[in-house]
């Protein structure tokens, strides 16, 4: 019974195409996030929405468009992709401010 | 501009000594902060987090932390190490005034040796 589920695990794909990264999550949370961490480890924050409106929306290129049909899904929607987006995504979820994330297991995305 | 600082990359430690990941931050105003551990090829999982209270909070897995609130530091500690804590731990910090936003740390790689 998965909390917080990503789809896919693995994605290779070449440069310029356009591809979507899934997140669900079963646990009533209010808040979803977007984080993309690097080679390196380190986390960046990318999108967050509350019951389905944007309220964190970091510098990333316009490539990137996240969508939220409801406040169980956020969807990453990434457009011409290039090789510096190689990086693992992690969807979370979050009841509120003073509450901590449960996270995805991650989506390794690699562009060749 | 607000920060957290994890200021060693890694930490190496004898299973059975006890432990210690260190995390500073510089926010404004009293921060909520939070640990959390990451696994190889794993998403991270929430550890433990201090909102207000007693200084000394527990967490999962036996992992506790100290707020001080002088040395603007949390500190996560643990008794007695096992090799199934290695593991890269993550500090995070969340200004009071910040709109849902965390402030995360650099990571600290541990190495339980056996």
């Known amino acids: 019974d998965t909390a917080v589920s990503q789809t896919p695990k693995y994605l290779v794909t070449q440069m310029g195409n356009d591809k979507s990264i899934k997140c669900e999550q079963n646990?009533?949370?209010?808040?979803m996030y977007w984080y993309k961490q690097d080679s390196k480890k380190f986390l960046k924050i990318m999108f967050s929405?509350?019951?389905?409106?944007?309220?964190i929306n970091e510098t990333v290129p316009n490539r990137f468009s996240p969508k939220s049909p409801d406040k169980a899904h956020l969807n990453l929607h990434i457009n011409s992709l290039e090789l510096g987006d190689s990086a693992v995504y992690f969807c979370?979820?979050?009841?509120?401010?003073?509450?901590?994330?449960?996270f995805g297991s991650g989506t390794r995305l690699t562009v060749v | 501009a607000q920060s957290v600082a994890q200021p060693e990359d890694q930490v190496n430690v004898a299973e059975g000594n006890p432990l210690t990941v260190k995390c500073t931050y510089s926010?404004?105003?009293?921060?909520?902060l939070f640990w959390y551990v990451q696994y190889p090829n794993r998403g991270l999982q929430f550890l433990l987090k201090?909102?207000?209270?007693d200084n000394l909070v527990k967490g999962s897995y036996g992992f506790e932390a100290e707020f001080n609130k002088s040395q603007t530091s949390f500190h996560l500690k643990k008794p007695s190490a096992l090799v199934s804590d290695s593991a890269l731990y993550f500090c995070?910090?969340?200004?009071?005034?910040?709109?849902?936003?965390?402030?995360w740390g650099a990571g600290t790689k541990l190495i339980i040796k056996p």
């Open positions: 929405y509350n019951n389905k409106e944007l309220i």
């Open positions: 979370a979820s979050s009841q509120g401010k003073n509450y901590g994330y449960t």
């Open positions: 201090y909102i207000t209270g």
């Open positions: 646990l009533g949370h209010d808040t």
């Open positions: 995070a910090v969340r200004p009071m005034d910040s709109n849902y936003q965390l402030i």
């Open positions: 926010v404004s105003g009293n921060p909520y």
